[in-house]
């Protein structure tokens, strides 16, 4: 069967951890590269496979959903096989279990490198070097290798030892100032962070079109895709604002920059129910205020385009949450849908679950019980290829599961030297006793 | 260092056909331009809604004078063609003949309506087509109306993001857009090497509602977190998990901090160096979660946070190691001195603007670098060039130009 993957015979040799890395990696993994995940079993590396290692249903309860948010609140003997968070980004992926801190561990990376078209990672800066694995190192092993580096905030220059997540990223990149309530402090913004992800994104683009490269010349090269400057390409409006005005952007709330004149969160029937709804054109307002009856207020001539509207932008905001707070919010939407409004409900994750039309175009896909997680159905990738067989073809790769595969098939070790690693603690399917004890 | 104008582009070779328009679909073909690819932009009579987007260079509209769309168009080459007239669909059929990769972003409805779907576009389907549509083209929605803000909302985490008692928060700007736009490039150059390696063309969907859907800046997560534990995620009442952490004022803006629990807590006491934070206590759990214990932290740490500047801490964050990093604005990105000298701007020269800044790039590519060679197209800057390359004879151009299918 031709599966025509796009990323056929590349493999990937992956340090990645996080998002901004992962999710570079799952993006090509997705694209039908044999993405292999290099796990250490003496070493956690923070909020790549869970939150901790020692996770239990006390700090299960304690954390937020998407952290703590275990299958039955109850993460079980291997928290890393079943956080809501991560296991995602592992979906196509292989994962194998080395120290590569020692020598014979060391040579096993090697040997994995000397087979593989890309290596990517996104580690605290300075650890490849220390492992001996520098650029130089790496493409002795592998001439024409790509490498793919995604440090936070770059390998060169001052900022380079300044760690983060994705919070910080946001924070440097701009993007944390912009997000608020209007005319409010940036308080507000404490659980959803974009920069990493959308750094993820780009490393995989500079991925793929080096691969192509490659490809087609046998050229590989050295990619650092910081996250910092990545993310900083998700307001282009408010940088550019500055650079060509000298304008510095404030927080506008749920208002459009795009100059959608009312755009906003509005409140509907029942608890914690919310719509937006945004007139993207004279034409949409004049639909919306017909839909409300025409009340006088609605149709005065002043606000028949956007300007005249700007300028009563309170005003209408106010008489509008008024005219929803009656209404049921998903009739709301599909009858202001109909009436020619962009409208939309603001979606909890229990809302999404049971929404229709995702359900309907195949949105996700039923994947079968695991010893750590009940059968479940996960978001298949968002690209949709009529051809290539672009989905979730492996399931998430759980730690170790691929031990036998990558130490016999790809790298041809024989049952005495498997053996002699498994004694030494290098391959396994679980975290070091010390490690998970807390030593 | 090689001469890097001297080096190839990562997509050198590949054309693109560009019927994208506004942010997303742009932003994708931006990022295949400026890696290389010829983008050939097809636009309307009157040109891309977004040559209407504020922010204008001097605050003064005009079509050239849009920064969105000087920047998510760089690299491009324009051509108007009125598809409302059956000649200029002739026309763009014609263009595909030379391209490696077609990229739109018509809705389902109005597609087919002008009769260019993939089907009707390219018969044989030898070439890829990535289609970015609101909400696909098929399902209850598909023909829905779609806004920054409505697909936050639906696909995204909105309904977690602000705090417990407001109203659900977007992002700033457009990010949500943007997003799609990067998802659509990865699908793209999927789709490239689809072509390249198996000689298949074929039609990839990018609906921007499942991009959000997908997307881990929490919202996969949420979703798959009710499945496993019937927990949802809700807003917040305040940014602080343990007694530290979030976003703290300083004395000229604010930071970020991670300061939980461990580690973390550890070098964030490292980092403020006040030996009353070095107690043991503070790690225990029972006094992380202590409301008396916060307080009396919070009594340290805002006066040292108020005394010093946003570079002091970040460059005592980053010695400690601690996750500290400060809260940029647009003016410190243009600014700051260590991200201009790593080269985060660029610059355009734009036949009537003039010479002005631009927002770089994002990777910094060895052998085959990112870079501008022009400036955002003029609307139908290149039609006679375009027109000539796909084989247009001048009378031809002259009769098409004559009778409004072209501009």
């Known amino acids: ?232 390409q998700m307001f282009p409006q408010a940088a550019m604002d500055y650079a060509w005005n000298g304008r510095v952007a404030g927080t506008i709330g749920n208002r459009s920059i795009e100059g959608f004149v009312p755009n906003g969160v509005f409140p509907t029937m029942g608890d914690d129910r919310w719509i937006t709804i945004s007139c993207r054109s004279d034409e949409e307002w004049a639909s919306l205020a017909r839909f409300m009856g025409s009340p006088a207020w609605a149709v005065a001539p002043g ?70 997680y009940p059968a479940t159905r996960f978001a298949v990738p968002p690209y949709h290829f009529s051809k290539s067989n672009i989905t979730i073809r492996t399931e998430p790769a759980l730690f170790g599961q691929h031990n036998d595969y990558v130490y016999r098939e790809v790298l041809g070790l024989n049952d005495e030297e498997i053996e002699s690693l498994r004694a030494a603690g290098h391959i396994t399917d679980t975290y070091d006793a010390q490690l998970l004890a807390g030593g | 260092m090689p001469n890097a104008n001297a080096l190839p582009g990562a997509l050198d070779g590949l054309t693109v056909l560009d019927l994208t328009a506004h942010i997303a679909g742009p932003y994708a073909t931006k990022v295949l331009a400026d890696l290389g690819a010829k983008v050939i932009k097809v636009e309307r009579p009157g040109g891309d809604p977004a040559r209407s987007l ?110 417990a008692d407001r109203e659900p928060l977007k992002y700033g700007g457009t990010a949500a857009l943007m997003q799609c736009g990067a998802m659509a490039a990865i699908a793209a150059l999927g789709a490239v090497h689809a072509k390249e390696l198996h000689g298949i063309g074929q039609v990839v969907d990018v609906p921007l509602f499942d991009v959000q859907i997908n997307s881990v800046d929490r919202r996969s997560s949420a979703i798959l977190a009710y499945r496993f534990s019937g927990r949802v995620q809700v807003r917040a009442t305040g940014s602080t998990i343990g007694v530290a952490g979030g976003i703290y004022p300083v004395a000229d803006g604010f930071v970020e901090a991670t300061a939980s629990f461990g580690d973390y807590w550890q070098r964030f006491v490292e980092m403020i160096g006040d030996d009353r934070l070095r107690e043991p206590r503070w790690l225990q759990p029972a006094t992380q979660a202590d409301p008396a214990a916060k307080e009396e932290a919070d009594g340290i740490i805002y006066p040292w946070m108020l005394s010093h500047t946003r570079q002091e801490i970040w460059a005592r964050a980053r010695h400690a190691r601690a996750m500290v990093a400060p809260l940029f604005t647009a003016r410190d990105l243009f600014e700051d001195p260590v991200l201009r000298e790593r080269g985060l701007w660029a610059e355009i020269e734009h036949a009537t603007l003039g010479r002005l800044p631009m927002l770089g790039r994002p990777y910094v590519l060895e052998k085959t670098p990112w870079r501008i060679r022009q400036a955002a197209p003029m609307l139908g800057e290149h039609t006679d060039a375009i027109l000539a390359g796909a084989g247009f004879e001048a009378p031809a151009i002259a009769a098409l130009r004559g009778h409004g299918v072209v501009q």
Not at chain 1, 209 to 220: K, P, S
Not at chain 1, 336 to 359: C, K, N, Y
């Open chain 1, 1 to 232: 069967m031709n599966d025509y993957l796009p990323l056929k015979g590349v493999r990937i040799c992956d340090f990645s951890a996080v998002w901004a890395g992962q999710t570079a990696t799952m993006y090509l993994a997705d694209m039908g590269a044999e993405c292999i995940k290099v796990e250490n079993p003496f070493v956690w590396n923070p909020m790549t496979r869970a939150a901790s290692p020692r996770m239990d249903a006390f700090m299960s309860a304690m954390l937020p959903p998407w952290a703590g948010g275990h299958p039955n609140s109850d993460p079980g003997p291997r928290p890393w096989n079943n956080s809501p968070a991560f296991i995602h980004v592992m979906r196509n992926k292989k994962s194998f279990t080395v120290d590569s801190r020692r020598p014979e561990g060391l040579a096993v990376v090697k040997a994995l490198i000397r087979t593989s078209d890309l290596l990517a990672e996104n580690l605290a800066i300075g650890t490849l070097e220390k492992l001996g694995l520098d650029d130089d190192a790496i493409r002795a092993e592998r001439p024409g290798i790509i490498i793919l580096h995604m440090p936070a905030f770059g390998k060169q220059g001052e900022y380079t030892l300044g760690r983060g997540y994705g919070a910080h990223i946001d924070s440097v990149a701009g993007s944390t100032i912009l997000r608020g309530y209007r005319e409010d402090a940036p308080y507000s913004n404490v659980q959803v962070f974009a920069g990493d992800f959308f750094a993820g994104m780009h490393g995989a683009i500079a991925a793929l079109a080096a691969l192509r490269h490659q490809r087609r010349t046998g050229e590989g090269q050295v990619i650092e895709a910081a996250q910092v400057e990545c993310s900083a």
């Open chain 1, 303 to 372: 606000l028949q385009t956007a300007a005249g509207r700007a300028t009563m932008e309170e005003m209408i905001e106010e008489r509008l949450a008024e005219f929803t707070a009656t209404k049921d919010r998903d009739e709301l939407f599909h009858v202001l849908q109909h009436a020619g409004v962009t409208a939309g409900p603001v979606l909890s994750a229990r809302d999404a679950v049971e929404d229709a039309h995702l359900d309907a175009s195949g949105a996700w896909k039923d994947l079968p019980a695991t010893a750590d």
């Open chain 2, 54 to 163: 504020g922010p204008f260079l001097n605050d003064e509209p005009g079509p050239d004078r849009s920064a969105t769309f000087q920047f998510l168009n760089t690299n491009k080459q324009s051509i108007v063609i009125d598809l409302e007239n059956p000649a200029g669909r002739d026309v763009l059929r014609q263009l595909m003949r030379g391209a490696g990769l077609v990229v739109s972003s018509f809705s389902p409805a109005v597609a087919e309506r002008l009769g260019v779907t993939p089907p009707e576009l390219d018969r044989e389907g030898n070439l890829p087509f990535v289609w970015l549509t609101s909400f696909g083209r098929t399902g209850p929605y598909r023909d829905y109306r779609l806004s920054e803000t409505t697909l936050f909302a639906m696909g995204g985490e909105m309904f977690s993001h602000g705090l």
